[in-house]
């Protein structure tokens, strides 16, 4: 099963807002450490695989199959 682009985005958004969430939380708790730059580095990473997700035109497979 191959999801569409535009799901995959949204899955990446969902992961990036998790990734956020974890940073601000560990930030409050212990302030600004290793693992609190490593979740907002992941968040920003989640974020711009997202973005070509978004970016990027759904393939269109009907086209390629000619008999």
């Known amino acids: ?3 569409s682009p535009k799901t995959m985005g949204t899955l990446y958004m969902v992961l990036a807002v998790m990734f956020i969430f974890l940073a601000i939380q560990t930030t409050a708790v ?3 450490n290793i ?3 490593l979740f907002a580095a992941f968040a ?3 974020v711009m695989i ?3 997700f ?3 035109k759904p393939s269109n497979n009907d ?3 000619s008999n």
Request: glycine share 4%; no cysteine.
């Open 30 to 32: 212990n302030g600004w």
């Open 54 to 56: 978004y970016r990027s």
């Open 1 to 3: 099963m191959k999801l």
């Open 63 to 65: 086209s390629n199959s």
């Open 44 to 46: 920003a990473i989640d």
């Open 50 to 52: 997202a973005m070509r």
């Open 35 to 37: 693992l609190s730059f």
